[in-house]
């Protein structure tokens, strides 16, 4: 197979397998999801052997033509591309195999599956896409199946309207990103991005700001990242491989595919609201007592750390980071999965502990994962994060200041996590009998933990993605020193104050010893959410309903009832002037001739 | 001397203007015939007048088709009015309104 | 038939006038038992003749009896329409008088009659035989709106025709009187001893247009006119006299009267007035549209469907008389006022079929509420009557369609900008009642069926009335469809 | 030019119009029910067959095909039933042809009271639908279009809901007020412009070598924007169209907000746009504004705060008619390109939205979206065919809807920024009240109103009856939105070569 | 000679009018009715119309009025209620006069009438022979149309005013 043969395979596939699945197979859970998971299997080989068959290709056929404008389906397989089909290919093929284990008695399984494989499709699909019409098309999709996959557990009243809030965030999101992409063709007359060039038109601060819009939305930045803690009602698996390891981090890819467009003005902000939302979301991670929001929280300060990444000027960094992630991020999730699993879905961590000998395998590989987040030397996030920090040093001391401190939050909370999650004694029923789940949800786990090991060695991928990997910063001499030096201190700081200070009696230290703290932690952490219910419901609802009643009163009953009655009232007027009476209606003739004769006497 | 043309106009449209008053203010449906006939009449002289001062013929002829329409007019009139009398004992028309609005 | 002849020329109206008083030999000479059978005779005679004539329709226009009369193609449509009106009146009077006590041969013979002088009304270019025309027949509909003398409602009605139609007689008389006696004037140009003849008068006016004399006799012909096809402020009469007039003499009036009274007023306006279009032109247009108007505004809240459809027909002689008055500037228009006849015949013969069969003995009450559910028991009846107020509304696929299309058209030719947008108000008015009264028929929860229109929808047409009214409908949908024919007869020549 | 011996055309609009013939002359109910099935499909059958060959058509006169001519007896005032197809009117022919099917079948399946009248209407409206957008004749085009109008009228009436007979009058006198003004602006354009023919192929060719003036335009395009723009509901003429919707029984507003509301648009692309251009600059500012702000933002406000599902999809439809509107202001080829694909995808997504509402009312007893909530546990399948209708109605990609707004936002670029903007808040609205309906009426735990009706009586997921037309549409929706230039290479062609188009890209 | 005949006779013929406008009973009005036509026909005799002026007294005084009285006495009107003027109508039944007769005056001078010449030669209706030939020649249809207008009248009258429930009625 050529290589563009195997990328059309790649990106047809998950389609093929969904309307397999949905057309047929909506009641055979066990065939749906072999289906899928093959589908999955072949996908991941295609993925890698096209990263690493060294091809590299743009493709393109016309998809719709008004006039001179026109849209292509297309492929633009460069490194980067490579590099992000290659960890979706692999993170998807885990999170398939786990999906296996993690959802055998699930009724929807047939409709989770279908779902899994729309999501594949979407997402290569902005993976593989050349222009950026086609990008918003998947961009699009995957928050569709984003929406699909939250909403499974339909009976839930919390599902539903999670999966509601994250794509119509997204969509809001969206606004801004379309209206940057109509605004990036109208400028430079192409959204194709090989022809894109640094040539400036009239928009430029404009585009690449607009453009971000749609990556905040996605990727969930400050203010629209309320969307993401609220999407972890999905099923685990989906939480793994959506938001937190492929979807959310679309967002920095398009940012990575678009960097041309960049200009400083609009770097800058974009550092700035990826560190904010680094800060802000580890600070909301501190308190939260759900296995998996802590998790999201997590991914939302590790987005952060990406767009601020991005926002100084490296698409190596921010890619880079964003792959490591993926993999450790997906196996915390997946360890997090495990875990609820066997705690028969509890997901308190307070009602959690000592799983450290009851579920070894999840305890190790969740450790792993746990060390490479918080950057322990030698995994895969020491490095990856440390590359952001080199850059912010090179670029800004605020930033840099601000992501160390959002490291020893990270340290802080993760350790909090996992020794509440796994050391000291069970606190609760479930706890006390979880286990081990079977060989397709460790097997995963273990692939995983294997690569947030390692995967911080870039040198040794092979020269796959070098045109990505080239541009992560290295630091020379003293910078590296004091990274260094920094990302050591800050991991001891953070796991060290999070070791000592949490006990593992079940109840939250923090707010148990200062409830000021805590209560201004979760106020931070509710405070976007209180103003958009504040905001949906006080101002967007009412507006509609003064609408609805401007509408309905004023325009169908006042104008259109009044018209109509007016009509009707002279109607009845008219009527009434028949009087029956030969008297009256001898006027009438009487004012006929005499209106008449003016006429002819030329008085009117 | 004689009358002038216009003294005859003149007579006729008075005449027909006292025919259309009668019909206006009378309620009685026997008068308000009569008014009609005298309107009819009130015609027929300006067309004499006419005929006689302009020196044309046509004026003449069409009086005798009008009285002869005009007395048909009337048996037919009559005849509904005295059907209606038995109907309704009455000729009045400020009664004659049992179909109105 | 010999060019030469002038007898030979008014050949329907003398069979007309023969088969009238075969008629009444023939109640005196048959037995009583076969008296039954006389009106069909007359259907019969007049399909003859209407055959007779279809089959001479070519006319040559051509002058007869010293000018009198004027046969021309136009003349050969009218005929022909008041032919169908006549034979379609009778059809609907055999049903009708089955239900009073009255004498039935008479009423067909006065119908033949007023049929043969409302065609030599519109040949007429005489004002003598104008009027006497015009006489014949409006006392024949004296006769006949008073026909059903038993019912006082009836009679009151034909008080208030005879009342309102005499008077306006006078007024039409006076106003030829008048210009009569000014074009015999010596003193003016142009004078002239013929000025009963509408040539001799047209020259007249030729010469003078701005004479105020001739102008008020003008508008005085022109109020006499108006009342005939009752345009506004002659209308007035109108719902009195259709609702106590026996239903198929509301056809008559509703439909032959008024268009007789369109072929005069279409003659007068392009023949004889046309030099004082200065007066004629904006009398017409104000009236045309104070008519759509008034017409629908009064209809938009009657409850009594004969009232209801007398008014709907004022507003439908606004819009013929906007095509009227478009016949000034555009051509056309005079053919689009007999498409709108024509089309208006046939829905409104179809409705009143309905109304008909439905009227029972007391024919002067008839409410909108006794058409509740007549889907249900007749749908026959129902989709005659569906159709026949679709075409009046003017909604395709029916023959109201294309007329009112026409008037559009014309009107817009001739650029009575402002009475188009009086006459969107009129349909859009329109539609309500005419909708209504379809509601009525066919949405069955507004009130219970009377056992009354059960009765009489279950018992239904009966054959001719029922063909006649199947024949309509159809007509109807197919002149939707298809102009072709029609519209090659009123324009072809 | 003659008739052809296979007109397929004249077979779709005749094939309905014979059944319903036939039905009314009084067949019995079991074959009228049997003969409908025909009639429906045969419409269906031969749109797809020209959509199939409309690529191949070769011969093309002024970019129709299929072209053929009936006289009907007033050729000396340029009218004949002329039918043929361009680029602009195939895609809504094979709408109406697909839309009249599933509505057909679904009515066939609704066990109606008083089935056959009920047939009678619809097969007359599908006849009407499909002589609308086949007519190159102006004036058949119209004839057609009232002949659809006045069965859903009547229909409304008989076997509608709440508040029928008002909704009826109310749209009646509306719609006929639209129809009027518009009947009179192609009168006006019949009468100005000297070509003394109804047939738009003459009038194209005359007004392009002898435009009207620009007072003209102005005055006409004015006329048949207000006419068109009833029909379509423009803001603030749009009451009639939630009232309407609500009440009219499934089929109806299927056909008719899927199909038949589509005639003003489509007549201000066919008609007025190329017709009258400088009146259309003239309007354009004008409607852009009203149509942003009134049938965008507003009306997307007012079906945000709906209860009433049936309600709220016909406010949505108002709503997305904004965008229609937009893409018209807009003026380019890119603009009208995108309002004909958004006719195509509004007109099957809307038509599915009110088929599910309706088989959602047969399982939940009302359209209150209040008393709904976790149907989805009991219809699964109607609750995946709901969540894909909305989302394909809140412009998802991937269904048709997303080929007609992209251009027509792209479009309303150049034309106006700050409407661009305005338009775009558009999405999000259509996703908020879309989805917040999905979750009301499927997801979540039961409603305790629902619990007892669901208890009463269990209800059950759709069976083929509703099911079958859904996915026609459903299919078609997802077709034309996997592979837009099945739809688009046509537009394209018709729009550019249009001799008075305006300049692409403006 | 001419113009104090004319006068008396104007006079008589308004007077009359007048008083079959303003008359107490329908008697009274016949009787008013009845004189104004004699004025009439006077003044047609002084128009040299003596055919015409004998046949008005025929017809309408002869049998037109006999008529009305007769129907008067038929229906025994006299205990009917008196007419009286009610103030609005009388008033707008004057305003009504007034304006005719304001349009009547106008129609006067403006109308430019004046200037005709009383011609000397016979008119049609002064004699029965001339006015023969002209209805049977170039009148000869209208003649023959009244004939079948007489005829319908003569049927209507019979059909209306025929005591209802006669055996003819009953099928």
């Avoid at chain 1, 060989?439 to 060695?457: D, E, F, H, K």
């Avoid at chain 4, 499909?41 to 749109?47: C, H, K, N, Q």
């Avoid at chain 5, 008067?72 to 039944?93: H, N, S, T």
């Amino acid at each position: 197979m050529t290589p563009l043969n195997t990328a059309l395979f790649v990106l047809i596939a998950p389609l093929a397998s969904a309307a397999l699945i949905m057309l047929f197979l909506g009641r055979r859970g066990a065939a749906a999801s072999a289906v899928s998971v093959v589908t999955a299997a072949l996908v991941a080989c295609g993925a890698l052997s096209l990263a690493f068959g060294g091809g590299r290709f743009t493709a393109a056929w016309e998809w719709l033509r008004f006039g001179s404008f026109a849209i292509s389906i297309g492929f633009k397989f460069d490194d980067l591309a490579a590099l992000m089909l290659s960890v979706v290919g692999v993170i998807g093929l885990c999170v398939h195999v786990y999906s296996l284990g993690y959802m055998s008695d699930d009724a929807g399984k047939a409709r989770y599956f279908g779902g899994l494989s729309i999501f594949m499709f979407s997402m290569i699909g902005i993976v593989l896409a050349d222009n950026l019409f086609m990008m918003f098309i998947f961009w699009d999709l995957v928050g569709f199946s984003s929406y699909f996959l939250i909403n499974h557990w339909r009976e839930r009243k919390s599902a539903s309207d999670a999966a509601k809030k994250a794509f119509i965030v997204n969509r809001v999101g969206d606004f801004g990103f379309l209206l940057g992409i109509i605004l990036c063709y109208r400028a430079n007359g192409t959204v194709n991005l090989s022809a894109l060039g640094a040539d400036h038109a009239v928009y430029s601060r404009l585009i690449p700001l607009l453009l971000f819009c749609g990556a905040v939305g996605k990727s969930a930045q400050l203010p629209l990242q309320v969307w993401l803690p609220d999407a972890m009602e999905g099923p685990t698996p989906v939480s793994a491989l959506i938001h937190a390891a492929t979807m959310v981090a679309a967002g920095i890819y398009m940012l990575c595919r678009i960097n041309v467009l960049m200009v400083p003005e609009a770097q800058s902000i974009i550092t700035w609201v990826g560190t904010l939302t680094a800060l802000y979301a580890a600070l909301c991670a501190v308190t939260q007592r759900d296995i998996k929001k802590v998790l999201a929280y997590s991914t939302l300060s590790q987005l952060g750390y990406m767009v601020a990444a991005f926002g100084m000027g490296s698409v190596g960094a921010a890619m880079f980071h964003l792959t490591t992630h993926a993999f450790f991020k997906a196996l915390l999730f997946l360890g997090a999965g495990s875990v609820i699993l066997g705690c028969h879905h509890e997901q308190d961590i307070f009602r959690m502990g000592g799983l450290r000998t009851r579920m070894p395998v999840t305890f190790w590989t969740f450790t792993v994962a746990v060390a490479a987040i918080v950057g322990l030397p030698g995994l895969a996030g020491f490095f990856s994060k440390d590359a952001i920090l080199v850059l912010a040093l090179e670029s800004n001391r605020a930033v840099f200041a601000v992501l160390a401190f959002t490291a020893i939050l990270t340290a802080f909370y993760m350790l909090r996590l996992w020794k509440i999650v796994f050391l000291g004694a069970p606190h609760g029923e479930s706890a006390q009998h979880a286990h081990d789940g079977g060989i397709s949800l460790t097997a995963p786990l273990v692939l995983l933990a294997a690569l947030s090991a390692v995967g911080g060695y870039w040198r040794a991928y092979p020269r796959a993605f070098e045109g990505v990997f080239s541009q992560i910063p290295e630091a020379q001499g003293a910078t590296h020193a004091i990274v260094l030096a920094a990302s050591i201190i800050v991991l001891v700081i953070g796991a060290g104050t999070a070791l000592a200070f949490y006990a593992t009696d079940g109840r939250d230290a923090l707010e148990g010893k200062s409830r000021s703290v805590f209560g201004f932690l979760v106020a931070l952490r509710t405070s976007f959410d209180t103003a958009y219910d504040y905001y949906v419901a006080e101002i967007q609802q009412r507006a509609a309903m003064v609408f609805n009643f401007i509408d309905v009163v004023g325009l169908a009953g006042v104008v259109v009832r009044g018209l109509a009655g007016a009509t009707e009232f002279v109607g009845f007027g008219a009527r009434a002037l028949h009087t029956g009476r030969l008297n009256n209606y001898v006027y009438w003739f009487l004012g006929g001739v005499a209106v008449l004769w003016a006429f002819a006497a030329g008085v009117l | 001397m004689k009358p002038s043309l216009d003294a005859y106009v003149l007579l006729s449209a008075a005449l027909f203007a006292i025919g259309f008053l009668g019909v206006l203010v009378r309620r009685n449906t026997l008068v308000i015939y009569m008014c009609l006939e005298l309107m009819l009449v009130a015609a027929t002289l300006a067309l004499v007048a006419f005929s006689r001062f302009n020196g044309t013929e046509d004026g003449d002829v069409f009086v005798f088709f009008i009285l002869t329409v005009a007395a048909a007019e009337v048996a037919v009139g009559l005849a509904i009015i005295v059907a209606l009398f038995r109907a309704r004992q009455t000729v009045e028309v400020d009664r004659l309104d049992s179909m109105k609005h | 038939m010999a060019a030469g002849n002038p007898w030979s020329a008014i050949w329907p109206e003398i069979s007309l006038g023969c088969l009238a008083l075969l008629l009444l030999v023939l109640e005196t000479v048959l037995p009583r038992a076969a008296h039954g059978r006389i009106p069909l005779v007359s259907i019969a005679g007049q399909l003859g003749i209407l055959v007779a004539l279809a089959f001479n329709f070519d006319a040559p226009q051509r002058a007869a009896f010293n000018g009198l009369l004027m046969l021309s193609p136009h003349g050969q449509l009218m005929r022909a329409f008041f032919l169908i009106s006549s034979i379609l009146v009778s059809v609907l009077a055999r049903h009708s008088l089955s239900w009073q006590r009255v004498p039935r041969v008479e009423f067909h013979h006065v119908v033949l009659v007023v049929a043969a002088a409302m065609m030599l009304l519109v040949e007429s270019r005489n004002f003598v035989m104008l009027f006497v025309a015009l006489e014949t027949v409006t006392v024949g509909l004296y006769i006949l709106v008073s026909y059903y003398r038993s019912n006082p409602k009836t009679l009151e009605a034909g008080l208030k025709y005879l009342v309102m139609g005499a008077l306006s007689s006078a007024l039409l008389l006076f106003g030829i009187v008048l210009l009569y006696g000014v074009s015999g004037s010596p003193g003016l140009a142009g004078r002239t001893g013929e000025a009963m003849q509408y040539a001799g008068l047209a020259g007249f006016l030729e010469a003078n247009p701005n004479n105020f004399l001739a102008a008020a006799g003008i508008v005085l012909v022109l109020s006499g006119v108006a009342f005939k096809i009752g345009a506004f402020p002659f209308q007035i009469w109108i719902p009195d006299v259709y609702q106590g007039a026996p239903t198929p003499v509301t056809a008559l009036l509703a439909v032959a009267s008024k268009a007789a009274g369109f072929g005069v007023l279409l003659i007068l306006v392009t023949e004889v007035f046309a030099p004082y279009a200065w007066l004629v032109g904006p009398v017409l247009t104000i009236m045309a549209a104070a008519t759509i108007l008034f017409g629908n505004l009064a209809a938009l809240k009657q409850n009594n469907v004969k009232r209801l459809i007398g008014l709907s027909g004022v507003s439908h002689a606004g819009f013929i008389l906007l095509a009227v008055v478009s016949a000034a500037r555009e051509p056309m228009a005079i053919g689009a006022v007999y498409f709108y006849l024509y089309a208006y015949l046939i829905a409104s013969f179809a409705v009143f079929g309905v109304m008909t069969v439905l009227a029972g003995p007391d024919d002067t009450e008839q409410e909108l509420g006794d058409y509740a559910g007549l889907a249900r028991e007749s749908p026959f009846l129902a989709g005659v009557l569906a159709c026949g107020l679709g075409s009046l509304a003017g909604i395709p696929p029916f023959a109201g369609f294309v007329a009112k299309l026409f008037v559009f058209v014309a009107a817009f030719k001739a650029g009575h900008f402002g009475l188009i947008a009086v006459a969107v108000a009129g349909v859009v008015i329109s539609i309500y009642y005419y909708f209504g009264w379809i509601r009525m028929a066919y949405f069955d929860d507004e009130a219970a069926v009377s056992p009354k229109t059960a009765e009489r929808a279950r018992a239904g047409a009966g054959l001719t009335l029922g063909v006649a009214l199947a024949a309509l409908t159809l007509g109807s949908v197919v002149l939707g469809f298809y102009q072709g024919p029609l519209w090659s007869w009123v324009f072809g020549r | 030019m003659s008739a052809p011996a296979f007109d397929p055309l004249l077979i779709s609009v005749a094939a309905p119009l014979a059944v319903a013939l036939a039905i009314a002359l009084g067949l019995p109910k079991r074959w009228a029910v049997k003969l409908a099935y025909a009639g429906f499909a045969v419409p269906a059958l031969m749109a797809l067959g020209v959509w199939w060959q409309f690529g191949s058509a070769a011969k093309e006169t002024h970019g129709y095909a299929f072209l053929s001519r009936y006289s009907t007896g007033l050729d000396q005032f340029g009218i004949g039933l002329k039918l043929g197809l361009n680029g602009i009117s195939l895609p809504l022919f094979v709408l109406a042809g697909l839309v009249g099917f599933a509505a057909g079948l679904y009515a066939i399946q609704s066990k109606a009271e008083r089935m056959k009248t009920y047939l009678l209407l619809l097969l007359a409206m599908h006849a009407g639908l499909m002589g609308t957008f086949a007519s190159v004749d102006v004036f058949f085009f119209y004839f057609f279009h009232e002949m659809a109008l006045i069965p859903t009228f009547i229909m409304v009436g008989i076997w509608g809901g709440r508040d029928r007979t008002y909704a009826a009058m109310m749209m009646t006198i509306y719609l006929t007020l639209g129809a009027t003004l518009s009947l009179v602006g192609l009168i006006a354009i019949y009468a100005k412009s000297g070509a003394s023919s109804f047939d738009l192929m003459v009038l194209r060719d005359t007004l392009a070598s002898r435009p009207l003036g620009e007072v003209t335009q102005e005055h006409i395009f004015g006329l048949l924007l207000f006419g068109f723009g009833i029909l379509v509901s423009l803001w603030p003429f749009h009451s009639w169209a939630p009232l309407g919707y609500g009440a009219a029984p499934s089929s109806a507003a299927m056909l008719h907000a899927g199909v038949l509301k589509k005639f003003g648009l489509y007549g201000l692309l066919q008609i007025a746009l190329p017709l009258l251009p400088l009146g259309a600059a003239h309007w354009s500012h004008t409607l852009a504004v009203v149509a942003a702000v009134g049938n965008v933002l507003a009306i997307g406000l007012v079906t945000m705060a709906q209860r009433d599902l049936k309600q709220m999809v016909g406010y949505s439809s108002v709503m997305h008619m904004g965008y229609a509107f937009l893409g018209i202001a807009a003026g380019s080829v890119l603009g009208a390109g995108g309002v004909v694909m958004l006719m195509v995808a509004h007109g099957l997504s809307v038509a599915l939205l009110f088929l599910l509402s309706t088989s959602i009312y047969h399982r939940t007893r009302t359209f209150d979206m209040e008393k709904m909530g976790g149907l989805a546990q009991h219809a699964p399948v109607l609750a995946g065919l709901f969540v894909a209708a909305t989302f394909a109605s809140a412009g998802l990609p991937g269904f048709a809807n997303f080929w007609g707004e992209l251009p027509i936002f792209v479009a309303l670029w150049n034309f106006s920024h700050v409407l661009t903007v305005t338009a775009l808040t558009g999405t999000v609205i259509s996703a908020i009240y879309g989805l917040r309906a999905a979750a009301r009426v499927f997801f979540g735990p039961q409603s305790t109103a629902f619990a007892q009706v669901a208890a009463a009586n269990p209800p059950s997921d759709i069976g083929w009856g509703e099911k079958l037309p859904a996915l026609v549409l459903i299919a078609t929706l997802l077709f034309v939105g996997i592979w837009p230039k099945s739809f688009s290479a046509a537009i394209n062609r018709a729009l550019t070569n249009t001799p008075a188009a305006m300049v692409a890209s403006r | 000679m001419d113009q104090i005949a004319f006068i008396s006779l104007s006079v008589l013929a308004l007077a009359s009018a007048l008083g079959v406008v303003l008359s107490k009973n329908a008697v009274n009005g016949a009787m008013c009715l009845l004189l104004c036509l004699a004025g009439i026909a006077g003044l047609f005799v002084q128009l040299h119309a003596y055919f015409l002026a004998f046949i008005l007294v025929w017809v309408y005084a002869g049998a037109v009025v006999a008529l009305f009285l007769f129907i008067v006495m038929l229906l025994d009107m006299q205990g009917g209620r008196p007419w009286r003027f009610r103030a609005a109508q009388a008033f707008a039944g004057f305003m009504a006069a007034a304006l005719l007769l304001v349009g009547l005056d106008l129609l006067a001078v403006r109308g430019r009438l004046g200037a005709g010449p009383n011609v000397g030669q016979a008119a049609v209706g002064s004699s029965l022979k001339l006015y023969a030939y002209q209805l049977f020649t170039t009148y000869l249809l209208p003649v023959q149309v009244m004939g079948f207008l007489l005829l319908i009248a003569m049927l209507g009258v019979i059909v209306i005013s025929r005591r209802i429930g006669g055996a003819e009625d009953s099928r």
